[in-house]
């Protein structure tokens, strides 16, 4: 639908020139009889319901007066693989997206310009250990301070494992091919003798991989690591009531800020392993519009 209209607006374009074209800007993408929220019914392709980025797109659809606008309840994968579907019949879609994530280099898209802040500055991705690990896990507790990484090392990761390659051989192979990174997270970390370590995280691309690396240095350290997969409020409530040892997987300042409250002082922020992360609501580039206001219109 999209395409044609794309066409339609050319074709007349083309047959009255600038005549034609009123608003002097109007060049291809939505016409003026179709608004970007009829090309997507009103809908934002969301992701799991415990999610940060969920409840500031809630926030979102209310202070930038959305109201018609609905977002659509699903998982990481559902919404990478309706972007796929999209993006390859070059069809509009507006998804809640992330950074560090592989589909920026998958797809060419665009973060919604967000005037209003709703989805806060940049973001750091922070260690979170249980109350205690260091006492009792001093090498895995070292580790995990000073775990620390870029976006493009976690992005090396991630399109591993979207190419097919399973979770832990990819993180196998980061971790053979960055010795010296990982030399400093282990640097005077006391090695393990099969002690048990319990790391969560939740099923977001960018945390499956950085949770399967950590837990590949934990292991290569002498450490039996169990890696459980939970919804985003358990991961934070088992580091909090200790049935987790650690997550690597707080993104803060504002996407687990309900979290974060909710448990402070029940477990141990270890600082940011990842800085430069970003949250916001993203298209195609082929889309024409810029900016969340562009959903009202
Ligand atoms: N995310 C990816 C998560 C954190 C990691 C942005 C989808 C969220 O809670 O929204």
Known sequence: MFTKISKLTLALGLTFGLAACSGGEESSGQADSASVGDT???????????AGIMKATSAAIEEYGLSEWELVEGSGA?????????????EPIIITGWTPHWMFSKFDLKYLEDSKGAYGEAEDIHSIARNGLAEDLPGVHKVLDQFHWTPDDMGVVMSAIQDGTSPEEAAAAWVEDNADKVAEWTKNAQPGNGEEVKLGYVSWDSEIASTNVISKVLKDLGYKVTISQVEAGPMWAGVADGSIDAHVAGWLPLTHADQYEKYEGKFEDLGANLEGAKTGLVVPKYMDIDSIEDLKE
């Open 78 to 90: 559902a919404m990478t693989a309706a972007l796929k579907k999209a993006y390859d019949d070059e």
């Open 40 to 50: 997507v019914d009103y809908k934002i392709t969301g992701i799991d319901p415990g």
